[in-house]
C-alpha cells in the first residue's frame, strides 16, 4: 500500500484565497481592515524569520500588519506595556507574541494579559482553558494544531471513534492538538519523552500526529496499515548535495512509512504551510469579532 499525499501547500494556498476575498469584500462594505500586531523580543533568527513571513502573507492577502521588535534585554514592562497598548488600540484586531522570548520575560504572564478577542495564536490560557473543557469552544484555536485538525478533515479522514496518538505534549503544538482530537470523540493517547514502549503504542494508532522535533524517530514499521500520518516535526538532515548542508525532514522516516500509512503529510509541503494560513483565518476572525463592538 502506498499512501495518499496530503498537500499542506495547496490547502494553504486555498485558505488564504478564501481570506483575502473576504478581507476584499470587507474593504468593499467600508469595514475595517483586518490588521495583525506581531511583538517580538530578542534575535532569534528564526523568531525573525516567522513574522517577517507572518507579515509579507498579511500583506498579499489584502491584511494590515506592525511588528513591534524589542532587544533581547528588554524588560518584562516593556514588553506587557506593548501588549497593552495593543489590546486598548482599535486599529489592531491581532496581537501575536512571538516565542519563545528571553529567559527573564515571564512568557505566561504576558500571555495572559493578551485579550482574548485579540488572542489570534489562542494561546491564552483563556482560550486554552476552554478548549480543555467540555460544552466549551475557544475564540481562536491555535494555528498549528488547527492546520493539522484541518488537513486531516479535507483528506476524509475519519476522526471520530479513532485511536489517536499524539506524539509531544507542547503547549504550542502537542497537548491543544489532543485537545482537538477529543473534541472530535477520537480517543487520544498523549506521548512524551516518559513514555514506555513508544512503538508499540503508536502501532494502535488510526491517527498519529508527530510533533516531538527529533529527526525520522518514528519508523516504518511502528504505523498501523491504513493510518493518517500527521507529521508537524521540522528537522535539519546533513545533505551533502544542497546548498545549505542540510534538508528539512519531519519527525516521521517518509520514505518508510508511506509503504504503511493510509494517508501522510510531506516534510516540508504538509503541516507547515498551514500555520501561517491558520494565522491569516484567525485574525479575519479577530476583526469579525471586533466588527460587533
Ligand atoms: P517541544 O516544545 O520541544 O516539545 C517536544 C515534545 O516532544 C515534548 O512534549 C517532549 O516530551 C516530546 N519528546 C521529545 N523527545 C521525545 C522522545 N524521544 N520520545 C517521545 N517524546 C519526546 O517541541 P514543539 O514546539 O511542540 O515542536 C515539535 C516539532 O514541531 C519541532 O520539530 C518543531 O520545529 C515543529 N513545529 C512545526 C510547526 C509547523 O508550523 N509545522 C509549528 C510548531 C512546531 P516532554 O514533554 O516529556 O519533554
Redesign the pocket.
Known amino acids: 500500500m502506498t499512501a495518499q499525499i496530503i498537500d499542506g501547500k495547496s490547502t494553504a494556498q486555498k485558505i488564504r484565497d478564501e481570506v483575502a476575498a473576504e478581507v476584499a469584500k470587507r474593504s468593499s462594505a467600508g469595514k475595517k481592515q483586518p490588521f495583525l500586531a506581531t511583538v517580538v523580543v530578542g534575535d532569534r533568527t528564526d523568531s525573525i524569520s516567522y513574522v517577517t513571513s507572518k507579515g509579507k502573507a498579511c500583506q498579499e492577502l489584502g491584511m494590515g500588519s506592525v511588528n513591534h521588535h524589542f532587544p533581547a534585554n528588554a524588560n518584562q514592562e516593556e514588553v506587557e506595556e506593548i501588549v497593552r497598548q495593543l489590546n486598548a488600540d482599535p486599529e489592531i484586531s491581532g496581537i501575536l507574541v512571538q516565542l519563545p522570548m528571553p529567559e527573564h520575560i515571564d512568557e505566561e504572564k504576558v500571555l495572559s494579559l493578551i485579550d482574548i478577542k485579540k488572542d489570534v495564536d489562542g494561546f491564552s490560557p483563556i482560550n486554552i482553558g476552554r478548549l480543555a473543557q467540555k460544552g466549551r469552544s475557544p475564540l481562536f484555536v491555535p494555528?498549528?494544531p488547527a492546520?493539522c485538525i484541518y488537513l486531516l478533515e479535507q483528506a476524509n479522514v475519519r476522526i471520530d471513534g479513532a485511536n489517536a496518538v499524539v506524539?509531544?505534549?507542547?503547549?504550542?503544538?502537542?497537548m491543544p492538538v489532543a485537545l482537538l482530537l477529543n473534541h472530535r470523540n477520537a480517543t487520544v493517547t498523549i506521548?512524551?519523552?516518559?513514555?514506555r514502549e513508544?512503538p508499540s503504542l503508536i502501532r494502535q494508532a488510526d491517527i498519529l500526529i508527530?510533533?516531538?522535533?527529533?529527526t525520522e524517530?518514528v519508523k516504518g514499521d511502528w504505523i498501523k496499515p491504513g493510518a493518517a500520518v500527521i507529521d508537524?516535526?521540522?528537522?535539519e538532515k546533513p545533505d551533502p548535495s544542497k546548498k545549505k548542508g542540510y534538508r528539512l525532514v519531519?519527525?516521521v522516516n517518509f520514505d518508510e512509512a508511506v509503504q504503511t500509512a493510509g494517508w501522510i503529510t510531506p516534510?516540508p509541503g504538509?503541516?507547515?504551510?498551514?500555520?501561517?494560513a491558520m494565522l491569516m483565518k484567525n485574525t479575519l476572525h479577530a476583526a469579525e469579532l471586533q466588527d460587533n463592538q
Request: hydrophobic share 40%; net charge positive; with cysteine.
Open positions: 494555528c498549528t492546520g506524539l509531544g505534549r507542547s503547549n504550542i503544538v502537542g506521548c512524551h519523552s516518559h513514555t513508544l508527530a510533533a516531538i522535533g527529533k524517530m508537524v516535526g521540522i528537522n519531519g519527525d516534510v504538509g503541516v507547515g504551510p498551514m500555520t501561517i
